[in-house]
């Protein structure tokens, strides 16, 4: 029987705080690949993908867009590689309450998990395990190195997904759940419902500006995040 909801979830800041690893690692892999951070320390990862962080970081240094996106793959490989060198030494945890709302969704036979995230896609896995999710839960996703632009991956996603499936997922029963405006906004590239959540960098007023279809302080409520999610597609 093919799934009939798609639930896809953002990694940092709503499944997991990586405790500093990701933005260290990040950097040691900059400056391997590219020969300088650029401004990197001062560019906001939130919301953003790890592509265009590049981009934002580089662009000052004089290294063009161009260069970027031909040395993606190499910089996949590389950061990854510092990641899981490092990442044993940073207090990696799950946001509150994330690990049981996975278990409940993949217990709902008529769930598909997947993610959007900005991470690059060897980092998601690492982050994934660090946290005590098994990455195999989630057998779709889009990542940070396929696109500049966040709106770039609902796309990606919800292909992959449908083609995962073997039906289409109608987008009334698509829901993007993460903890920034940017992950909001992206939803609408497929008209696709959003919850935030408000346990990364912005307060629930802030994203609450930004009208996700449903807002919580942290997924600790299994139940009524459940119906959140489900709930809402119940008659569409
Ligand atoms: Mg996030």
Not at 93 to 110: H, M, N, Y
Not at 208 to 229: C, K, M, N, W
Request: charged share 15%; proline share 6%; glycine share 12%.
């Amino acid at each position: 029987m093919p799934k009939t909801s798609l639930v896809l979830f953002d990694i940092d800041g709503t499944l997991l705080h990586s405790g500093g690893c990701g933005r260290a690692a990040t950097r040691l892999a900059v400056q391997d690949v590219f020969g300088t951070v650029g401004t990197l320390d001062d560019v906001s990862f939130a919301g953003k993908t790890d592509w265009q962080i590049l981009l934002e970081a580089l662009a000052p240094a004089g290294i063009a867009a161009g260069e970027i996106e031909k040395r993606l793959a190499e910089y996949n490989q590389v950061v990854a590689r510092h990641l899981t060198q490092i990442i044993g030494g940073c207090p990696v945890r799950p946001c509150v309450g994330a690990l049981g709302l996975v278990a409940a969704l993949r217990a709902d036979s008529a769930v598909l998990l997947g993610l959007v995230t900005g991470n690059m896609a060897g980092l998601a896995p690492i982050k994934l395990r660090a946290a005590g999710f098994d990455p195999a839960d989630f057998p779709i996703g889009a990542f940070g190195s396929e696109g500049w632009n966040r709106a770039m991956l609902p796309p990606l996603a919800l292909a992959r997904a449908n083609a995962f499936n073997g039906a289409d997922f109608a987008p009334s029963r698509v829901v993007i759940i993460g903890d920034t405006p940017g992950d909001i906004t992206c939803a609408h590239s497929i008209g696709a419902r959003t919850l935030a959540v408000a346990t990364g960098p912005f307060s629930a007023d802030e994203l609450a500006a930004h009208q996700p279809d449903s807002l919580f302080a942290t997924l600790e409520d299994t139940g009524a995040v459940l119906r959140a999610i489900l709930n809402g597609q119940r008659d569409t």
